[in-house]
């Protein structure tokens, strides 16, 4: 699904990543996590075709980022669904606007897919605030409406930077259990997180790798978190 050979990258400062090889196969559960500019956005950007690496490959869907035309990217994208560390809602939209943005953007018709948008909100718990604008939610309920933009294409893999900062710890699980069930159905995700204790939770319930960024290097980490 998503492989990285010896992939590093650079803003123009020191290198990120330290010449990263890894796979991501279909259906896997990934954390990520490391100190406050260790990469850890970096590495979902480079897996979103939103950077290429400034050292290595990386292939999305069996494709050279390199190698990829704008349509290709955009191809790539809506196999991917991306819950952005800080939302990133259009605020003069409502939170079902919002979360069916990803359609009309790929030229679909919202309407013929409002049952779907409909479940959607349900099953995240937005359906009482499908019409509410994104400053009116709370942090959690953001964090949802995030989820759910992120996943209305239906996609294989889901990329989540932080999508539980700034919510209390019974928020943070109930996210945590939303991912885990789209994993159930065969997602593959990925999760950028500070927070240890969030991956303890997991690993009760899911078999997930952990990758930790010390010292710019990317390593599997053992059973010690
Ligand atoms: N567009 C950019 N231009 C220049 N430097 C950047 C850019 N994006 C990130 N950086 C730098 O690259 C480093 C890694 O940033 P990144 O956002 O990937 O870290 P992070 O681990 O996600 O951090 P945090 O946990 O604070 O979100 C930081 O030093 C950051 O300042």
């Not at 590495?43 to 939103?50: H, I």
């Not at 990329?159 to 259990?177: C, F, K, Q, Y």
Request: aromatic share 4%; proline share 4%; net charge neutral.
């Amino acid at each position: 699904m998503i492989e990285l050979d010896s992939v590093s990258h650079s803003y123009g400062g020191s290198e990120l990543l330290g010449g990263l090889a890894l796979r991501l196969p279909p259906g896997s559960f990934h954390f990520l996590t490391g100190p406050s500019g260790a990469g850890k956005t970096t590495f979902l950007r480079l897996c979103y075709a939103e950077l290429a690496p400034t050292a290595g490959r990386v292939r999305i869907f069996g494709k050279d980022v390199r190698a990829m035309s704008r349509d290709d990217v955009a191809h790539t994208r809506r196999r991917i669904g991306v819950v952005h560390q800080d939302c990133q809602f259009l605020d003069h939209l409502s939170v079902a606007e919002n979360v069916a943005l990803p359609l009309s953007v790929a030229g679909r018709n919202a309407a013929d897919h409002a049952g779907d948008l409909a479940d959607l909100l349900g099953w995240v718990g937005l359906d009482t605030r499908a019409e509410a604008l994104p400053p009116e939610l709370s942090g959690g309920e953001r964090q949802r409406a995030a989820l759910a933009r992120a996943v209305i294409m239906g996609p294989e893999l889901i990329l989540a930077d932080e999508p539980t900062g700034n919510v209390d710890w019974e928020m943070s699980l109930r996210i945590l259990h939303l991912l885990i069930e789209l994993n159930r159905m065969g997602k593959a995700i990925v999760i950028a997180t500070h927070d240890l204790n969030l991956i303890r939770a997991a690993k009760a319930n899911v078999s997930a790798r952990v990758l930790r960024i010390k010292d710019r290097r990317v390593q599997l980490a053992g059973a010690d978190l």
